[in-house]
DNA sequence: CTCTTATTGTGATTTTTTTCACATAATACA
DNA sequence: TGTATTATGTGAAAAAAATCACAATAAGAG
């Protein structure tokens, strides 16, 4: 299986929203309608759906569900991805009531957090539970994903405590850039340049 | 001034987080530590920075200072951008938390929603609106931006009012495609993408 | 004051991504 | 049954982005 962009991986997560909320009625769908839908060249919607495997059907589009499921598996949105919240405040809390987390696979855990008063609440169905606890479970659920939602000044700290125990993947809520080990990536959820680049298309 | 492309954006919003908040102590910075935290090409940096106009001293490397103020200019910080945001959910309520905003010249002036409990509170020193309100508030402060954080079901309805008083440009944190005119820009804020990408990354 | 070295700035090249263009073919309908 | 139409699938071309490679040169060591 041949490797994957994350230009087609934002594309095609797209493609499954749009089916499961936009277009859910139908029984099919053409390129052209999720190209327009997504200000798209229609092309590249059918090579990225070439991707998948999926094969559409002349002068009627593709299989909605066929198309749907396919993503899912290219994806891998059924595979289980087990994930750690540290940081139970604003930000961390609304995340763990995000419903649609599960149908993609994504499984948070628990919550951490360092403020005694946070510390044994639920959130969502999910415990908050002290960062002094997160090394030994880190290590006994063999934890590889954290979403870190502290504050800007915690979260280089709080980074390398969860890198030392295992960590692989930090979902970086935070605007900081963490030093992180080649072997740990980091992938940085900047609002603040999705806002910039929103403005920006006033170009087009 | 050359047009200058997201991805580009999106590389200088994360060196000015970076010089913002892990670096902040350096006078000098060099591109080859840029490019280290971030996990990018040297050159790269180099040529991104400038196209901000900011030439870097031998054997120094840049101005920290100077870098991260060119920055803000090129990108346009400073610029006053007035949002409202529909949806005075939990994601909604996190955002009008989110301090850095003011930053980055974004001004979120209230919140909306339909929910009478919770019309007239308010959250973060905001108030919270009835969604009834919304048109005439749009065209008298001539707003273009809005922040969608309601229930994916309630997204296109909300959209086409919004739209149909004049909005411009939606950011949208619900996980559905919206049904826009070519005019109206709408960036697709996909958590599920990100976490996919993320995950993507341990084929490099 | 000279030499070494680190770092910039950028042209050339390569790689990746997107768009273009069109042959192919299934469907609907007369 | 035949024909017009409307999609797909995909090679070729173009455009965009990233990497490579290296000359230029300022700083700092000695
Ligand atoms: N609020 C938003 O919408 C938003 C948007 C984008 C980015 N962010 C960023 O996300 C992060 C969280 O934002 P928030 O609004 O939820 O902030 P918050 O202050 O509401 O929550 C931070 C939580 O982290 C906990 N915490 C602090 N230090 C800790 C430590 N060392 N270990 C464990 N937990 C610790 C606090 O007790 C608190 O519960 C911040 O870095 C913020 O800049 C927030
Ligand atoms: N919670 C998260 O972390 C998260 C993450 C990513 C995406 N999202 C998406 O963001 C959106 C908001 O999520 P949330 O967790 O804040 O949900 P929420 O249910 O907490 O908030 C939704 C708010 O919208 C209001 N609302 C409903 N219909 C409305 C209408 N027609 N007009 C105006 N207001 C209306 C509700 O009263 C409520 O206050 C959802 O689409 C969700 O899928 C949420």
Known sequence: MTAISNKVINRLTLYHCLLKYTCKGN???????????????????RKDIALCGVLGHKKQ???????KKSIE???GFSDRK?????GAGRLGTAL???ADFKDYGIDILALFDNNPNKIGKEEGGKRIISLEKLPNLISRINIKNIILTVPPYAAQ????YAVKYGVRFIWNFTPTVLKVPKSVTVYNENVISSFMQMQNSKNK
């Open 82 to 86: 087990e994930v750690f919240i540290i």
């Open 73 to 75: 598996q290219k994806l």
């Open 157 to 160: 700290e709080v980074t390398d």
């Open 27 to 45: 029984s099919f769908i053409a390129s052209s309608k999720i190209a327009d839908l997504l200000d798209l060249d229609d092309s590249l919607v």
């Open 61 to 67: 589009g593709y299989v909605v569900a066929e198309l």
């Open 96 to 98: 763990i009531h995000y």
